[in-house]
């Protein structure tokens, strides 16, 4: 069965501070991909990162970074110097091989920012 | 390039009774995919729609089901409304041959009274 898990339900930091949103998964796909997602008060869900399981490389952009990997199952997301208008709820996701366009969730973190 | 639609965006119904949902997804993109938001189980697939024939399926009763129209605009139909369907209902749509990129629309939050 596939599961991801975000045990950080809420998060709060002070503006400028770097902030770790952690996310584990389960999967028996070889092949398999990894999503984060932001969801702002407004409800929309927005794309932030893709990432296959065949590439483990870090990725950067602008403030935002994740980390994955394979031997820990985990994709970990971070955010540089932490803005207000970064506050929302974070949801990592997880798509297989089999079923493509299901995405698995997990339950969010939500993050808040204060000036 | 715009971006999903859904109508309405806020609903109100009472118990018993059957609502509809709809859809515009990316223009160009024929894959749609229905997601419910509750806060007690979170984020969980519906039905996903590609060329107006049904794809997948997740783990709901029978009383939601969905179609396609040839245009690609997808409609959730729910009937016999049911407290516990109070939701946020978020649809997103997928360009052929981008799998696993999909982008979602702003949501219809249905309260069942």
């Known amino acids: 069965a596939q599961k991801v898990t975000q045990a950080q339900t809420e998060i709060s930091v002070v503006e400028k501070e770097d902030v770790t949103l952690d996310c584990v998964y389960e999967?028996?796909?070889?092949?398999?991909?990894l999503f984060w997602y932001k969801q702002p008060p407004s409800g929309e869900l927005v794309f932030l990162i893709r990432?296959?399981?065949?590439?483990?490389q870090n990725e950067i952009s602008g403030r935002y970074s994740w980390n994955f990997q394979k031997s820990t199952s985990s994709f970990n997301f971070t955010i540089t110097a932490s803005q207000v208008v970064d506050s929302a709820v974070y949801f990592c996701?997880?798509?297989?091989?089999?079923?493509?366009?299901?995405?698995?969730f997990g339950t969010g973190t939500r993050l808040q920012v204060f000036p | 390039k715009a971006g999903v639609t859904q109508t309405p965006r806020y609903l109100i119904k009472t118990r018993g009774q059957q609502v509809t949902l709809s859809c515009s997804p990316i223009?160009?993109?024929?894959?749609v995919s229905w997601y419910q938001q509750t806060p007690g189980q979170g984020l969980q697939f519906l039905f996903e729609?590609?060329?107006?024939?049904?794809?997948n399926k997740g783990n709901f009763p029978g009383r939601f089901s969905g179609r396609q129209f040839s245009n690609s605009r997808s409609e959730m139909n729910v009937s016999t409304l049911e407290l516990g369907d109070s939701a946020l209902y978020l649809c997103?749509?997928?360009?052929?041959?981008?799998?696993?990129?999909?982008?979602f629309g702003p949501g219809t939050r249905l309260t069942v009274l």
């Open positions: 996701a997880l798509s297989g091989t089999v079923d493509t366009d299901k995405l698995i």
């Open positions: 999967t028996r796909d070889t092949t398999y991909y």
């Open positions: 990432r296959n399981s065949f590439d483990e």
């Open positions: 223009s160009g993109h024929r894959s």
């Open positions: 729609y590609f060329s107006e024939t049904q794809r």
């Open positions: 997103a749509s997928m360009a052929s041959g981008r799998l696993h990129e999909q982008f």
